[in-house]
């Protein structure tokens, strides 16, 4: 069995895994991230999981977006609430070429290319100075009710990294669970989780011939989901069998292309291997009926073909990682704020039926941002582990919003930060002062807010 050893473990190089190395290392910590697939990105690159949504705050009547509606958003033009790591992975793509900046034109989203973020997260990476190994699967703890010592499966046999401090940002909170630490899935009271979805990429896209086919027929467009007429055409005729309640398009960094994302599998969950399995059958055979129902009967899109799907589906929701404080869809609803504050977000409650049509968007109040307290990042049971991402202690209201990328990036720093401040200190992560975290989240460019700002001068003070 082969072994190494680091300050600080992080266990998925997904947005979250790539915000936590990034910044464990910035503090000093030496870093190893191990990630499963051969490529970083996680949900961004293997799911293709894109645009990045809004991180920018609502104004109460946000402006009609673009003259073909492909940026959707429920943001206007506000303010940024996450920065950090997160900043500089978008500034590195855009320098690449790779993604345009969040404008009222793109809907205050981050349209990207999944294949250039691939290229950029190695170079962050390489210049941190973070250990990573690739085509690894966590299977495993050593040791029962600790994350010390976490096992991978390779093609090189086990491995076994050894660490002071591990983050969980695997999105399903598997390390978590192996060590023992409580979980919640699904809602109150059936305990279904949100559905999943295959997103795929166009190419061929004529952009013209469907702006003018959106502009001769606003009725039937609805804002960014439409083209109402032409579905029930597709379904009277045999054509299409849409499994949710739109066609919902992204832009992307790139003329010609659209990320479409109108898959839809329900009630299967991420954590079964036989449910994934249907999940992939069915979503790919939902995404050649959406093609060619494009191609068919959509004006712009008759010369379209689907250029890449996602390396697995994607997937919502899972494990929900209970901590020192459950996060509330009430918290986010009403901007709630705290004292141990580590990231902000804007995003909505947004909810896709988990039986079957229909999603619950609820907005965020305008001009508001909610903050994620540290304690949703502490698992409980388990002293040496926090976690990151989607699979932070929240219910399935809140999992809906804080589940998108700028969060998941902004609570991977937190996670990060905190993670290299107890391997320097020798203590487990619940031990270091908040104070101490909210510093050196601000030294490194995190948005904490005034609440953040005013409890990290005073312990500086």
């Avoid at 989780?193 to 295959?198: A, C, G, K, R, S």
């Avoid at 959406?290 to 919502?316: I, N, T």
């Avoid at 609820?362 to 991402?389: E, F, I, K, N, Q």
């Avoid at 937190?414 to 270091?432: K, Q, S």
């Amino acid at each position: 069995m082969q072994a190494a050893e680091a300050d600080v473990l992080v266990v998925g190089g997904g947005p979250a895994g790539l915000g936590a190395a990034l910044a464990a290392a910035d503090a000093g910590a030496d870093v190893v991230l191990v990630e499963r697939y051969g490529f970083l990105g996680g949900n961004a690159t293997a799911a293709l999981v894109m645009p990045w949504m809004s991180f920018h705050t609502r104004r109460p009547q946000p402006p009609r977006l673009g003259d073909v509606g492909l940026f959707p958003t429920d943001h206007g033009e506000g303010e940024p609430v996450v920065a950090g790591k997160h900043i500089e992975v978008i500034d590195r793509l855009i320098e690449a070429g790779g993604a345009l900046p969040p404008s009222v034109a793109t809907g205050y989203t981050v349209p990207f290319d999944p294949e250039v973020f691939k290229t950029v997260a190695l170079d962050l990476l390489d210049a941190s100075g973070v250990r990573y190994l690739v085509h690894a699967f966590a299977s495993g703890v050593r040791t029962p009710g600790r994350a010390a010592e976490v096992v991978f499966e390779t093609k090189s046999g086990p491995v076994v990294v050894t660490a002071r401090a591990t983050i969980d940002c695997t999105g399903d909170g598997d390390v978590a669970a192996a060590a023992g630490a409580p979980f919640e899935i699904g809602r109150e009271p059936d305990g279904l989780v949100q559905p999943m979805t295959l997103m795929f990429r166009l190419v061929g896209y004529d952009a013209a011939a469907f702006g003018a086919y959106v502009g001769e027929h606003p009725d039937q467009w609805r804002s960014v989901h439409g083209l109402w007429d032409l579905v029930d055409e597709a379904t009277a005729a045999g054509d299409l069998d849409l499994a949710r309640e739109d066609i919902l398009f992204f832009g992307s960094a790139h003329p010609g292309e659209v990320a479409v994302n109108s898959t839809r599998v329900s009630q299967v969950f991420g954590t079964d291997v036989f449910e994934l399995t249907r999940a992939e059958a069915v979503s790919h055979r939902q995404m050649s009926q959406v093609a060619a129902f494009l191609r068919d009967y959509v004006p712009g899109f008759a010369d379209s073909y689907v250029a890449q799907s996602g390396v697995q589906v994607g997937v919502r929701e899972t494990r929900r990682i209970l901590g020192g404080y459950v996060l509330t869809g009430e918290d986010i609803l009403t901007a709630r704020k705290f004292d141990d504050v580590i990231a902000r977000g804007t995003y909505p409650v947004d909810i896709h039926n988990p039986h079957g049509k229909g999603t619950v968007l609820r907005s965020v109040p305008a001009g508001d941002a909610y903050d994620v307290p540290l304690r949703c990042l502490l698992p409980r049971d388990v002293d040496d582990l926090l976690t990151a991402g989607r699979c932070i202690s929240g219910t399935h209201e809140a999992h809906s919003s804080y589940r998108v990328t700028p969060t998941a990036m902004a609570t991977g720093q937190a996670a990060g930060v905190c993670a290299a401040l107890a391997a320097a200190r020798g203590c487990a992560p619940r031990r270091v002062e908040i104070g101490a975290v909210q510093a050196e989240l601000i030294r490194q460019g995190a948005d904490l807010g005034s609440r953040g700002h005013e409890d990290a001068a005073a312990v500086e003070a």
